[in-house]
Structure formats: C-alpha cells, structure tokens
C-alpha cells in the first residue's frame, strides 16, 4: 500500500537517483459512479464522465479522491510510473563524420525540457567524436554489447571497452538483433545482466512480429522476451524497457495510443506480478514503432508510456528535440 501511496503522487522524474526532479502531485477527480468494461487486453473501468482508467490508474483515481481540493491547483502528470519521461535515439548504422558533426550541433543547440532525460546512441565508430562534442545534457549509449569480457569475438565491444570510453547505455534485444542477426531471448537476457554488471545502463528492448499480433500472441512472446531478463538481471534499478512493435519499426505504420498503451500497462503489471510492485513503478516503459516530432504528443498522454526509443526521426535535431519536448503532453492543466 506504500507504494501505491507513492503512485498516487506522480513525479515528473524522481527516481531513486541523483538526478531526482521535484515531483509533481495528480490532482484531485470529481466523484462519479464506474462499471467495468473491456478494452484489447485488460479490463478498464469507465468512469460515468468518460474518463478511462485502468490498472494503477484505476488505484490512483480512487487514492486521489481521498485527496480532497488541496490538490485542484497542482498540475497533473499523466504517468502512472515514478520514472523521468525518456527518450533515446538510435541512429543505428546510419550518417558519417559530417553528417553526425551537423546533428550533434543541432542537439547542442536545441531547447529541451528539464523534466527528459535524452539518450543518443551512435555508431560504435562515432562514439569517441559523440562523447567529446555532445552537450553534456544528453547522454550517450552504445547499440549493442557482448555477452562477456572482452577476447578473440571479431566484430563484438565489451561493455569493458564501452565504460572505459565513457559511455553510459546499450541497447539490447532490438528487433534487428533479434529477427536479423538472430540473437535469441536468454542470451539477450545475459548479455543486459553482464552490462549491468559491468555499469552500463540498458534499454531492454521487446516487442512483437505482425504475425505474432494477428494470432493474437502479443503478451505471450513480450512476456518471454521479460522473463530472459528477469531471469539474469539483478536489479531493474538501471533498466528501461523499450517496447518496439516490430511491424511498427521504420514501416511508417505506428501503433495507435491506445494499441500502445495497452501492452505497455501489461508489462507494468508483469513486472509487478514477477518481479515486484517497487520495479513496476520505478521501471520506465517506453515506445518506439515509427515515432516522429507529429505523433509524439498524443502517444505521451498515455499513463503508462513514459518516452520513446526513437530511429529515424533521431537523425533530424529538431524532429529529436520536439519529441523530446513531448513531456509537456504529459501534463495537463489543472
């Protein structure tokens, strides 16, 4: 109960971390009447003013009630996690000297939100350059990392050589790692536990197959992908899950807001059913399938989205920086 106390009071970044933001507390909601329905994946409750809560937004609505009018004049963030609104941009294998030499100054020069933490990762043969000329308001990420130490893996980085450059993330278990290279879950999962191990930080990717969600198979292949995780990591502390629609993932096809939403709130709850209620919340929950600087916002509004991993629309610094800026969708004037 503790911790859907602190559910309740929604922060706009304040996890267990130095870089904690000031928190920002949901208002209060008027009294109505609720029925059960169902919506895709889960039950939600609708409210008799129209309002649709689900999961520990359900929880959080009735927490709010108890909270009187104090409250009315504190803005609302629609977050049902504890966690910074993210977003990282995979560059993947794309640019070169000049053209990542334009980018990095564009995001030099673009104003971002306080309330974002934003994460680039280039190539592997950029990231020296990255490191140095990058503001230091956006942190840097590798896109893939070995299992193990370092030795005789042509072709493979260490998460040693990665922190010794400086770099701070790695993306695991991207789709294209997944369905081109043919990495399989539990040596995904290995390989998050062995960055983790060695101070990286990780975007642990899921996400299904458009076959996969036309047989209706959507939470039974995102749930496998998590339990390689959970089964190697020991601690979500440093963990963002990214779910990537694979058929979403530079198709120019996006999932709709609500499509999203709702795996993202069945993770959430796997999360807290599997692992525990305190990593459920902290745990950050971000989409990416086709996300640009047009879609962003309304994708924001859902409680359990908290950011984005972003492709394409990463390579244009100021498409990058308005996604970045989608937080502000997440709050809603009072």
């Known amino acids: 109960m503790a911790q859907a106390c602190c559910v309740a009071m929604i922060s706009a970044g304040a996890m267990?971390?130095?870089?904690?933001?000031?928190?920002?507390?949901?208002?209060?909601?008027?009294?109505s009447s609720c029925t059960l329905s169902f919506s895709g994946l889960r039950r939600v409750d609708v409210l008799s003013h129209g309002e649709r809560l689900s999961g520990f937004s359900a929880v959080q609505h009735e927490l709010s009630l108890c909270n009187g009018s104090a409250n009315a004049s504190r803005g609302i963030v629609t977050m049902v996690g504890t966690g910074k609104f993210f977003v990282g941009g995979n560059w993947k294998a794309n640019g070169n000297k000049e053209s990542v030499k334009k980018l990095v100054q564009e995001l030099n020069d673009a104003k971002l939100e306080e309330d974002v933490d934003v994460v680039v990762a280039p190539p592997y043969i950029y990231l020296d350059s990255v490191l140095n000329t990058l503001t230091k308001r956006i942190e840097v990420s590798a896109q893939n990392s070995w299992v193990g130490k370092g030795g005789a893996f042509t072709g493979e980085i260490s998460a040693e050589q990665l922190k010794d450059l400086g770099v701070e993330w790695v993306i695991l278990g991207?789709?294209?790692?997944?369905?081109?290279?043919?990495e399989k879950n539990e040596f995904i999962g290995k390989k998050a536990a062995y960055a983790l191990s060695n101070g990286l930080k990780v975007m642990a990717c899921v996400g299904e197959l458009l076959e996969e969600r036309e047989a209706g198979k959507t939470t039974e292949v995102v749930?496998?992908?998590?339990?390689?995780?959970?089964?190697?990591?020991?601690?979500?502390?440093?963990v963002v899950i990214a779910y990537e629609p694979v058929w979403a993932i530079g198709t120019g096809k996006v999932a709709s807001p609500q499509q999203a939403q709702e795996v993202h709130a069945e993770i959430r709850k796997w999360i807290s059913d599997n692992?525990?209620?305190?990593a459920s919340s902290q745990t950050?929950?971000?989409?990416?399938?086709?996300?640009?600087?047009?879609?962003s916002s309304e994708l924001a509004k859902q409680e359990d989205i908290d950011g984005f991993l972003v492709g394409g629309a990463s390579l244009k610094g100021p498409d990058f920086a308005a996604i970045c800026n989608s937080v502000t969708s997440k709050k809603v004037a009072a």
């Open 275 to 278: 692992v525990s209620a305190e």
């Open 174 to 182: 991207h789709s294209e790692r997944r369905h081109v290279i043919g």
């Open 284 to 295: 950050r929950i971000i989409y990416g399938g086709s996300v640009n600087a047009a879609n």
């Open 223 to 238: 749930f496998e992908q998590l339990k390689a995780y959970a089964d190697e990591v020991p601690s979500w502390k440093d």
């Open 16 to 31: 267990a971390a130095p870089r904690a933001a000031a928190a920002g507390v949901r208002g209060s909601a008027p009294a």
